[in-house]
């Protein structure tokens, strides 16, 4: 039952900004959006979440649509250790409530 | 930097027997979990664990999987009688809060003949 729909791959070239899009058209209000990313077979490496506001950190930027329909996530300076899975998941909030993975985007950075 | 570690990082069993992966989560978090990603496919949820209690475990969770904090430190998952598709990266992961950032391990690779 995947909440969410992301593009299977992507490439980016190394110093471009990598903008991975996120379909989650069904989001409920409470609902907020994460993005995690896993490298090779590491564990799942968190990045940022937001409610409705864009957001940014060190790591990336979200921007996410006034209707909440979809989302984007900017990695604005791609290097070769950005090469991953990323995995944009809705979750209401709440401690024990669980993250579902779907199979995410394949981002590759190439020289 | 603190992190969640876990041990082993790898194990060979053959099936039928009990395999104990653990776990130590960032000391002062409250929210434990345990996933698995079985080799090419998807991260699962298998269970959440708060106040020493199961918070929700997934339908893979079933009778032979338990877990326990033992000692205040330790997060332990348990199989009790491995069977081959149980073979598979098990991420231990922890929270502070209901935030949603999640801690992960660097896994436990857990391999059944």
């Known amino acids: 039952d995947a909440k969410t729909t992301q593009p299977p791959s992507m490439d980016c070239a190394e110093g471009r900004a990598a903008n991975l899009p996120c379909n989650h058209s069904?989001?409920?209000?409470?609902?907020?959006v994460y993005w995690y990313r896993q490298i090779h077979s590491q564990g799942p490496q968190y990045i940022i979440h937001g409610l409705k506001n864009n957001e940014t950190n060190e790591m990336a930027s979200l921007i996410i649509t006034e209707d909440r329909k979809s989302s984007t996530l900017i990695l604005p300076h791609a290097t070769l250790r950005d090469t991953a899975v990323y995995y944009c998941i809705v979750r209401v909030p709440g401690g024990g409530n669980k993250l579902t993975f779907g199979t995410g985007t394949q981002l590759k950075v190439e020289l | 930097e603190p992190e969640v570690t876990q041990t082993p990082s790898h194990q060979v069993t053959q099936m039928g027997q009990e395999v104990i992966l653990r776990c130590v989560p960032i000391?002062?978090?409250?929210?434990f979990y345990w996933y698995r990603q079985i080799l090419g496919q998807k991260v699962e949820f298998l269970v959440s664990f708060y106040n020493n209690e199961i918070s929700e475990k997934s339908e893979i969770f079933d009778d032979q999987f338990s877990v326990e904090r033992p000692d205040g430190s330790n997060f332990t998952l348990k199989i009790r009688s491995t069977k081959l598709e149980d073979s598979a990266m098990y991420f231990c992961?922890?929270?502070?809060?209901?935030?949603?950032?999640?801690?992960f391990g660097e896994g436990s690779r857990l391999t059944v003949l």
């Open positions: 069904t989001i409920s209000g409470n609902e907020y």
């Open positions: 000391s002062n978090h409250l929210y």
């Open positions: 992961a922890s929270t502070p809060s209901g935030s949603g950032e999640l801690f």
